[in-house]
């Protein structure tokens, strides 16, 4: 069974352990900001699969280490991407390119803006 959840930020919350696999059955993900905690561990491959509509994700300031998965770009519409602060290894995949929402475009009304404005909100004095 899937959720509804569309924005979810835990950022600095000490949390920790593995990538949360409830995010699975959260199709509809466009904002996810789990920076600065304690997270380690691979990035799951079934992210790009998983969170279709996903726009936003920052991970910034954990401990996860590995590659960054080929999966990832599988995202088209991913337009922010943090993984600073990690320990990950190896290169950047080449199907990066694949992440078409990275390109800047004039139009307003896609759900990074309203994904990023929702985190801008809720992390203005936490930057």
């Known amino acids: 069974t899937s959720m509804s ?8 919350n000490n949390l920790s352990g593995e990538f949360p696999s409830f995010l699975q059955h ?14 380690f561990g691979t990035l799951p491959t079934w992210i ?6 996903l726009a936003f994700l920052r991970l910034r300031s954990n401990k996860f280490y590995g590659r960054i998965p080929e999966e990832l770009t599988q ?19 080449k199907s990066i390119v694949n992440i ?7 139009d307003y009304d896609d759900s990074f803006h309203r994904a990023f ?3 801008e909100s809720i992390n203005y004095w936490s930057w």
């Open 117 to 119: 404005r929702y985190g």
């Open 100 to 106: 078409k929402g990275m390109i800047l475009v004039k």
């Open 5 to 12: 959840i569309n924005n979810l930020s835990l950022r600095n």
């Open 48 to 53: 790009g699969d998983k969170l279709p509509y």
């Open 26 to 39: 959260c199709p509809q993900l466009s904002f996810l900001d789990l920076a600065h905690n304690h997270f």
């Open 75 to 93: 995202i088209v519409n991913l337009q922010y991407l943090d993984l600073s602060y990690n320990n990950m290894t190896g290169s950047i995949p």
